[in-house]
């Protein structure tokens, strides 16, 4: 991709835990199965990417805007879709001004031409056939599990606000780039994953290896995130908001509380949930309001989040012999 550009990588999680049974003396019922919810949103983010990538290709018409007189273009057989000469852009993909054009992530216009819309828009560009495909196949391994458990409405809310959160951080702290891609989004979802495993620690055996599994997949998938032209800040801020508001939306109810009927009066629940996933929720709902009001107030009165932290740029980019980080 062209220097200067960002994009936003990649996440894979597979976790899967299982129900326990619950039991009062001699007393034994079955817990009832969860509702499986038909997943239809996620599969419908994925084909919006791709088509708004394809009308990204379209109007980038490289053969034609090209400087080379299109003799540098990639897949030239594609006609106006082909894709930009690797040099400016080795994701396969278009260029850094259709990106720009199309509603590409850009602190200056956002703060200074009152473009606060690229917060979501960005959310679904991306920089390349590479960078879509990464994307999308993440999605779909971890959106269509948590749609099918929690629903579209709750999964929806954690995807687009995720996404939101990651671009506000994101122009807090890149803000002579312009960044692209779902992963903030992405990570949202990992992190509403994270959540709701701990927010519902009661109820799920083999608890312990999948939190394991879990956090080593997110620590993986964040360290990708300091190589050059990864907005880790999008990761961050898309993971953040994503881990609250799994706290939020995606409590189960405490066990025996679907079978609470079956029950000896003695051994019936009351309380739908247990009082550490109310408290949970509550402190997580005040942190997202502080957090996404603090964001939106600082990003529009046009501070550098680098000037309140001096390391926090190395949570993006670390150099090395082999690189330097620039923007």
């Known amino acids: 991709m062209a220097s200067g550009d960002l994009e936003r990588g990649k996440n894979i999680s597979n976790n899967n835990n299982n129900r326990s049974s619950y039991s009062s003396g001699s ?30 290709m379209y109007i980038n018409n490289c053969p034609k805007n090209n400087w080379e007189g299109g003799r540098g273009c990639v897949a030239r057989f594609l006609g106006r879709l082909s894709f930009e000469p690797l040099k400016e852009n080795p994701l396969f993909g278009p260029s850094s ?9 850009e602190w200056d216009r956002v703060v200074h031409e009152h473009q606060g819309w690229r917060l979501i828009t960005c959310i679904w560009l991306h920089a390349g ?24 409405v709750r999964v929806g809310f954690v995807y687009l606000l995720s996404g939101f959160g990651g671009s506000i951080l994101s122009a807090l702290f890149i803000q002579r780039s312009i960044s692209v891609g779902a992963s903030g989004a992405l990570f949202g979802l990992l ?71 079956q029950l000896p009066a003695q051994a019936r629940v ?57 923007n």
């Open 27 to 56: 007393y034994y019922v079955e817990p009832a199965s969860d509702q499986q919810w038909t997943s239809w949103l996620i599969p419908m983010f994925v084909v919006a990417n791709v088509a708004v990538f394809i009308v990204a």
């Open 97 to 105: 001004s259709t990106l720009q054009k199309l509603g590409a992530l």
């Open 129 to 152: 056939v590479i960078h879509l495909l990464a994307n999308m196949l993440s999605l779909v391994f971890i959106g269509i599990r948590l749609e099918q458990q929690f629903g579209f």
């Open 191 to 261: 992190g509403a994953m994270l959540s709701e495993l701990l927010a519902n620690w009661s109820i799920y055996t083999n608890k312990a290896a999948a939190l394991l599994t879990l956090v080593v997949i997110i620590a993986i998938n964040l360290a990708v995130g300091i190589l050059p032209h990864v907005d880790n800040f999008a990761h961050i801020g898309g993971f953040m908001a994503g881990f609250l508001l799994g706290f939020v939306l995606l409590l189960r109810p405490q066990f025996g509380w679907a079978e609470r009927h």
């Open 270 to 326: 009351k309380s739908r949930h247990n009082p550490y996933q109310y408290v949970l929720c509550i402190v997580a709902l005040v942190l997202l309001i502080v957090g996404f009001t603090v964001g939106l107030v600082m990003l529009f009165r046009g501070e550098n989040g680098n000037d309140h932290c001096s390391w926090c740029h190395y949570l993006s980019c670390v150099p090395t012999s082999k690189w330097k980080c620039g």
